[in-house]
């Protein structure tokens, strides 16, 4: 959430900001100011109108003191305390409906953030690698995992519907190796601490991270809005101290997690969904990282060289790209995409998204750090995917294939899975 004395003392900086998000998007500003000054108008009233009964209040007191009448004083009272009573109905409504649209801004994109209304504005940061070259045509991950025996989606569409996979087999080794080989790296290489989290949290989680209310069709929602299925470990991760108040000498933080995840994908209608490319439960693993606001950029560069470190050690092709200011997500002032090459799909796929959220989510979940002098602050979160999983196996089997249909497994997985190849 923004911070509100941001928005009464530069609305200009902050209108000029949220417009490179959305062309418009910088009108709310004048909606928030509005309830603002409301709000604090009728706090001024609330507060006058509780001087003035306790000054008659202390008036009574004398009189009765004295063994005379305060009966005209007492109906003044009770007549104050009625108008309290309004007065301060009005003033809870008047902050829910401040809070309500302050919970519906996006962040505001880091000043030299690339400015761009799409994803066709998404500069290329650097590339690593080159595409593998095939003396055949190469296959899609589907043929091939079909052939292999590595996941069956025809009775996971039928168990569950569309868009879920089983993965069978060697597949199933894979996916599992995949994890274990992920978290190892992360927590002895990369200095992560691991944790097993919920997969089911409380709405309020939801909203810290800035998951809801603005994705709330994408998410799955159990006792009438009041729980979800986690869309990422992000959710639980960032809320694990929400209302703490850390110390500087506990910053920064790394934690990191392997967990399911759970995406409706509502609204995806046109886009790629064959195979493993786009599904509605997937596994993950999650970094997360509390920082020192001064820090925060830096831990930034740390965390994607990390998710990149997971591509070079398989040794597959891929790319890094910073989003735009109009492709930001919702609760990130920067984000570097790293994309990795599918020889079969003939593109790049997004396997982790990299992001600091500045102190947006620290706000939203009240997370406090004490600084050097004492003073309460709220530190920076940050977020990446240390990878996802369906998009990972995606470019190992187009990558790794051979012209026998069996397919290479890059030397760090092959203690992992026991094998060196993928054979029928």
């Given amino acids: 959430m923004l911070e509100m004395r941001l928005i009464r003392e530069q609305p200009d900086l902050v209108r000029e900001r949220l ?244 995406r409706r994908e509502a609204g995806s209608a046109g886009k790629e969904t064959r195979g493993l490319i786009r599904v509605h439960q997937f596994d993950k693993v999650e970094l997360v990282k509390i920082t020192e606001p001064h820090q925060s950029y830096l831990e930034l560069d740390k965390m994607t060289a990390d998710a990149e470190r997971v591509l070079q050690l398989l040794g597959l092709h891929y790319r890094v790209i910073e989003l735009c200011t109009g492709d930001l997500g919702f609760s990130m002032a920067k984000t570097y995409d790293i994309e990795v090459w599918a020889p079969g799909q003939g593109s790049y796929l997004e396997v982790s998204s990299c992001s600091n959220a500045e102190d947006f989510q620290a706000r939203r979940i009240n997370l406090k750090f004490k600084d050097a002098e004492g003073k309460n602050r709220y530190p920076h979160t940050l977020n990446g995917s240390g990878t996802a999983l369906p998009r990972l196996i995606v470019a190992l089997l187009e990558s790794g294939q051979q012209k026998d249909g069996s397919i290479k497994i890059p030397e760090p997985l092959q203690n992992y899975m026991k094998a060196a190849e993928l054979r029928k």
């Fill in 19 to 262: 417009n490179t998000r959305d062309p418009g998007l910088g009108k709310q500003v004048d909606a928030i100011l509005e309830l603002d000054s409301i709000r604090r108008q009728l706090e001024t009233q609330l507060q006058r109108i509780h001087a003035e009964r306790n000054k008659l209040s202390k008036e009574i007191g004398q009189l009765r003191a004295k063994k005379e009448t305060s009966i005209e004083l007492e109906t003044k009272v009770r007549e104050l305390g009625d108008d309290l009573a309004v007065l301060n109905e009005r003033v809870i409504a008047a902050d829910e409906a401040q809070r309500s649209l302050m919970l519906s801004i996006p962040n505001l994109p880091h000043a030299r953030a690339v400015k761009g209304s799409d994803a066709s504005a998404n500069p290329v940061i650097r590339v690593w690698g080159e595409k593998p070259e095939f003396d055949f045509t190469p296959r899609d991950h589907v043929s091939l995992g079909n052939e292999l025996g590595l996941f069956d989606f025809e009775r996971a569409a039928k168990i569950s519907g569309s868009g879920f996979i089983a993965y069978t087999g060697m597949g199933a080794r894979l996916q599992r190796g995949l994890i274990q080989f992920l978290l190892d790296l992360h927590t002895a290489e990369h200095g992560y601490f691991e944790i097993s989290p919920p997969y089911l949290v409380r709405r309020y989680s939801m909203v810290g991270t800035g998951a809801l209310p603005k994705f709330e069709q994408d998410a799955y929602g159990l006792d009438d809005g009041e729980a979800f299925l986690i869309p990422t470990a992000e959710v639980p991760l960032t809320n694990f101290h929400r209302e703490e108040a850390l110390s500087y000498r506990d910053l920064p933080k790394y934690y990191v997690a392997q967990t399911p995840c759970f």
